[in-house]
Antibody, heavy 125, light 106 residues
C-alpha cells in the first residue's frame, strides 16, 4: 500500500523558517517525480514545487521561488521542503504527492497520483 | 501563467441527477487537464487525467471530455458519496488549479 506521511508543520513567526518532511513507502520512491501542493484554510489548491527522480531538476511556483527549496533523499525514501522567509500567506496545509503520467496528444502528461494526509503550517506573530 | 476558470462555483443536485462541471483554460492546454475530488478534511483524489482517462478504481459514472481550452467533468448519476469539491488542474506549465466546484447532494 502506498503511503505518504508528512511531518514538520507547526506555528512559526513571519520571517521564520520551517522544514517539512514526507516519508514514502509502498512504492519505488526513486522512480517518481514528487511534488508539494498546499491549501490555505478554506481555499483552493496551489502547486508549490516539483522535483525529478534524481533531484537534478526542480520547479517552483512564482509565489515561493527564492524562499522555498525542494529536495529528496532516495536512500531514506523521503521528500523535503525547506521554507524560509515565511509570510502569512504561506499559512496552509502542505501535501506531498507523487507524480505519475499517462499518454496525451502531445506526449506524456503528468498528474498528482498519491497524496499524503497533509501537515499544517501556520505563520503568525 | 495559465489561468483555470471553473463553473459553477457550487451546485446542488439530487441523487440520480446528471451533473456537469466546466473548466476553461486561459490558453490552449491540448488535453493536459486533470480532475480531482476532495472531501472535507481529506487529501484530493485523482479522478480523470489527460482530459478523459478514468483513473483506475474510479466509478464509471465519472467522465471527462474536452480539449484545447474547454473541458467538462460529468457525473452521470449523482450519488450521496459524490458530495465534495472538484478541481481541475493543468499540467502544461506552473501547474495551476481551478478554484473548485462544491457539489452538494440533496
Amino acid at each position: 500500500e502506498v503511503q505518504l506521511v508528512e511531518s514538520g508543520g507547526g506555528l512559526v513567526q513571519p520571517g521564520g523558517s520551517l522544514r517539512l518532511s514526507c516519508a514514502a513507502s509502498g512504492f519505488t520512491f526513486s522512480s517518481y517525480w514528487m511534488s508539494w501542493v498546499r491549501q490555505a484554510p478554506g481555499r483552493g489548491l496551489e502547486w508549490v514545487a516539483n522535483i525529478k527522480q534524481d533531484g537534478s531538476a526542480k520547479y517552483y511556483a512564482d509565489s515561493v521561488k527564492g524562499r522555498f527549496t525542494i529536495s529528496r533523499d532516495n536512500v531514506k525514501n523521503s521528500l523535503y521542503l525547506q521554507m524560509n522567509i515565511l509570510r502569512g500567506e504561506d499559512t496552509a496545509v502542505y501535501y506531498c504527492a507523487s507524480l505519475d503520467y499517462g499518454s496525451c496528444s502531445g506526449g506524456d502528461c503528468y498528474y498528482f497520483d498519491y497524496w499524503g494526509q497533509g501537515t499544517l503550517v501556520s505563520v503568525s506573530s | 501563467d495559465i489561468q483555470m476558470t471553473q463553473s459553477p462555483s457550487s451546485l446542488s443536485a439530487s441523487v440520480g441527477d446528471r451533473v456537469t462541471i466546466t473548466c476553461r483554460a486561459s490558453q490552449s492546454i491540448t488535453d493536459y487537464l486533470n480532475w480531482y475530488q476532495q472531501k472535507p478534511g481529506k487529501a484530493p483524489k485523482l479522478l480523470i487525467y489527460g482530459a478523459s482517462s478514468l483513473q483506475s478504481g474510479v466509478p464509471s459514472r465519472f467522465s471527462g471530455s474536452g480539449s484545447g481550452t474547454d473541458f467538462t467533468l460529468t457525473i452521470s448519476s449523482l450519488q450521496p458519496e459524490d458530495s465534495a469539491t472538484y478541481y481541475c488542474q493543468q499540467s502544461v506549465t506552473s501547474w495551476t488549479f481551478g478554484r473548485g466546484t462544491k457539489v452538494e447532494v440533496k
